[in-house]
């Protein structure tokens, strides 16, 4: 890890734990612009509930309501409004070309931290891969409300159990689309970016009876803190040990992570692997894969009949980016292998 940055960082502990929240943030906004994996940034605003636990994103101009081109293709993506018990949350919503054939499956995707669907959805590329296979991709949007730098509350311990806050408002609105459009039930799946990414292993521990499949893009496990000092550790990899049995819910798993990520130490990646791969009795692992113009390690941890229960993917001198994803969107890095192709295979293979 970069020495400013730990410095930096643990400079924002030290701040959080005196109770001077306002100074750790902006001394946390610092860190991440200084990170060398870091994309240009914008100032962080002032943050007075002390919830900002990921990079600060850089501005996308105009990323239009149409995140995506695909000529002769009547697909729609659309904005909507749910309403909930936990609180109301804006999406957009990709729909396919209409056909005979119902849509095949229903993707969650969860932004990281100062994202919206919009520019998540140009940065992922996953419209155009969901258009390939006939499914549904549900961006939903965090509010400043919620959390002032639009972060997925993933580190807070009443937005990490079910039938409460963001898991709870996240299944269920996962669950009235799909019944909105008539997507199989058992085709549900859900995946995220870097706060966006620990939120989702989240809901595959706290809803496995909704997702099928989960993807978790420089994210974190589930359990790895409760409040913010314990989030600022867990970034820095200091955290971990033996996965909790609340993340051992048997939901399938493909994880993807840099080696060079400065944000989100990647060690986490090893950590959400294990933790749901722990039913595994054997690792196929392949080195020095290239694909695209990275190199990669992909470990498949397999059950007794060969199937693969977790897929994790180490990408070489990758930082805090969407592998193989749009540069015009924010945190994204078209030199690595297609996480969205990826995760879309792995999600409907069996």
């Known amino acids: 890890m970069h020495p400013q940055f730990e410095k930096l960082m643990a400079e924002a502990t030290a701040l959080t734990r005196s109770g001077d929240l306002k100074s750790a943030m902006a001394v946390i906004a610092t860190a991440m612009n200084r990170s060398p994996a870091a994309a240009p940034t914008r100032p962080a605003p002032d943050v007075p509930d002390g919830g900002v636990i990921d990079v600060v994103a850089r501005v996308v101009a105009d990323a239009g309501a149409t995140p995506v081109e695909m000529p002769g293709i009547a697909a729609q993506f659309v ?6 018990r936990a609180g109301t949350r804006d999406y957009k919503l990709f729909i396919p070309a209409a056909s005979a054939a119902k849509p095949r499956a229903l993707i969650l995707m969860l932004h990281g931290c100062t994202q919206d ?3 998540f959805a140009r940065g992922t590329r996953m419209n155009t891969v969901a258009a390939e296979h006939n499914a549904l991709v549900l961006y939903p949007a965090q509010t ?6 639009g972060c997925w509350n ?3 311990h009443n937005h990490q159990t079910r039938g409460r806050g963001e898991p709870a408002l996240l299944a269920d609105l996962a669950l009235h689309i799909a019944q909105s459009h008539d997507v199989d039930p058992a085709h549900i799946y859900v995946a995220g970016l870097s706060a966006g990414g620990a939120m989702a292993a989240i809901l595959a521990s706290t809803h496995p009876d909704v997702f099928a499949a989960a993807g978790v893009h420089s994210g974190l496990p589930a359990g790895a803190a409760r409040d913010l000092p314990g989030a600022l550790a867990a970034m820095r990899g200091q955290s971990g040990g033996a996965p909790s049995p609340a993340t051992r819910s048997g ?3 493909i994880v993807f992570h840099g080696d060079a990520d400065a944000t989100v130490h990647p060690i986490n990646g090893e950590r959400v692997a294990c933790a749901h791969g722990a039913g595994a009795i054997g690792i196929e692992e392949q080195q020095d894969l290239v694909v695209g113009s990275r190199a990669c390690t992909r470990k498949q941890f397999k059950d007794a009949e060969g199937r693969v229960l977790t897929e994790q993917w180490t990408v070489r001198s990758a930082g805090h980016a969407w592998s193989g994803g ?3 969107g924010s945190y994204a890095d078209a030199l690595g292998p297609d996480a969205s192709r990826e995760m879309m295979r792995f999600f409907l293979q069996h």
Request: glycine share 4%; proline share 8%; net charge positive.
């Open 144 to 149: 400043r409300q919620a959390n002032s730098q």
């Open 154 to 156: 993933w580190f807070k």
């Open 117 to 119: 669907p919009d520019d």
């Open 326 to 328: 749009d540069p015009s």
């Open 79 to 84: 904005a909507g409004r749910y309403a909930h």
């Open 251 to 253: 939901v399938r798993m």
